[in-house]
Structure formats: C-alpha cells, structure tokens
C-alpha cells in the first residue's frame, strides 16, 4: 500500500532533516512542490543555512552562489529527464560540463563551484566500480529530481512567455522534445503554472501549440535531431499535457490536430505508451 505522499517522503531522514532544519511548517494539505519551494527557496532556504564546520554565526559563501547551485540543480534534472529518466542519474563528465558552463556564465571558478555545489545541493554518489572513477551523481529522492524538472521547464516558459510565441515554441520543442513528462512532473509544474502571475500565460503557450502543429514541433529549434520522428511525437504529447492545465483555452481541433493524434496513437499503441 502506498503511503500518503507526506508521510512517504518525510520518513526519508534527510528530506525530514531539511524541513526541521528550516523549520517548515507543513499539514495533511501541503504540496510538495510547495514544501521543496520553501526548502530550495534563494531567499531563507536550505542554500542560506548551509555551514561550515558547523558553524552558524557567518555568512557561508554558498549563500552568496546560491543562484549559481540552483540552476545547476536546474541543469542536471532536465538533463536526466532528457536522457536518463528512468533511473534518474548523470556522470561525473556530464555534471563537470555543466558546471562548466554555469560558472562562465557567472564567473566563478570552476573547482569552487563543484565543491560548493556538493555541499549545498542534495545527491548521493554511486560507485558502480571500485576503485574507478565512475561514480554518478543522483538526488538524494526521486521526487527532488522531478521537483527540479518542472522548476526548470517553468522556469523557461514564464521568462521567455511574453518575448513572442516564436520564441516560446523554439524553447517547447528544445525542453519537451527528449522524453514523455511523467506525472509526478506534470504534477508539480502544474502547481506552478497554478501560481503564475503572467497575464493569459495559457493563451500564449496554445498560440506557441497551433504555431508548432502548422509548421511541426521542433522547427522553431532550427536544430537538427536524431529520431525526429521521437521527438515531435513527445513534444505533442507534452504540449497537450500543459495545454490541458488551464481551464478555458480555446484548443481548435484542426487537420494538422488530427494527424498528429492519429499519429501519436497508433505510436503509443506500438511502444505500449497507452
């Protein structure tokens, strides 16, 4: 039997340890994505309390990266989601790369920000042989890494949601394209979009949808993919999941609709997706 999502992810000592730590209050009410919001929050979340030979009394230099340590967490949960969903990990090289790529955008240097990153973020390491260095880097839970997931996908669409739906569908087809958004995902950005501020963000993101199914689901990426035909149908799929977060959209089923469900249909009933 399964337990009640709170009960479930509060017996993992770690995750409990952060919410006492913080001092989250939480009740048979509370989401999970709003528990994970506080807890990874850039202003009084975990980032600020993390220490330093357990020392509270000054500002540890984490505190001052935090951004830097969260949007890697960003980069390496939709890197797992695009290639690794299942089990959830990614190797040392590809966490390297990434660091690599935050800290010119920040500055930073490189050896810092890795050791930062270690103390100020949740993961485990995993040595699939011993005495290699092959060890990959996971959330400490499931649910963290698809907390992050949805963080970045919002993320991506509110910033660049009132730019142009061109742009918009160019960044979907980027982020949708690599594999099929999993409940738990859909649940938490779900939460988000809830939450948003932005004026008629449901509008925008289906005049990006009827842009895509004219012209195909990742044209506007001006990027060449290997099996293409994966992608549309994932993107297609995942735009129809967060269409369908909002009440009232004006979804016109049109011919190109209609070939693309048929499509998908018959592509979900072959990979046993349904």
Not at 69 to 93: D, L
Request: charged share 25%; hydrophobic share 40%.
């Amino acid at each position: 039997m399964r337990l009640p999502w709170n009960k479930e992810i509060l017996g993992i000592p770690l995750i409990l340890y952060m919410v006492l730590a913080l001092n989250i209050n939480i009740d048979n009410n509370s989401s999970i994505v709003d528990i994970y919001d506080r807890i990874f929050s850039l202003d009084g979340g975990i980032y600020d309390r993390c220490i330093d030979n357990k020392n509270f009394a000054d500002v540890h230099r984490i505190s001052v990266i935090k951004n830097q340590i969260h949007q890697i967490s960003r980069e390496i949960g939709i890197w797992m989601f695009e290639n690794n969903s299942s089990e959830a990990y990614i190797p040392q090289s590809e966490y390297q790369k990434i660091c690599n790529e935050v800290m010119h955008k920040s500055g930073n240097k490189t050896e810092i920000l890795q050791q930062d990153f270690k103390i100020g973020n949740y993961f485990k390491l995993v040595k699939h042989c011993e005495g290699v260095a092959t060890e990959d880097l996971y959330f400490i839970h499931r649910s963290i890494y698809e907390y992050f997931v949805a963080e970045y996908i919002y993320k991506s669409i509110s910033d660049i949601a009132e730019v142009s739906a061109k742009e918009l569908a160019r960044i979907l087809g980027k982020l949708l394209k690599g594999n099929l958004l999993k409940n738990e995902i859909l649940r938490n950005l779900k939460y988000k979009i809830k939450l948003c501020k932005i004026n008629n963000l449901g509008n925008i993101i289906n005049d990006a949808f009827h842009m895509m199914l004219n012209d195909g689901m990742i044209y506007y990426t001006n990027q060449c993919y290997k099996n293409i035909f994966k992608c549309e149908m994932n993107v297609f799929a995942n735009m129809l999941e967060i269409i369908h977060m909002f009440e009232g959209i004006d979804l016109k089923y049109t011919e190109n609709m209609h070939k693309y469900l048929k499509i998908n249909l018959n592509y979900s009933r072959q990979y046993k997706l349904t």
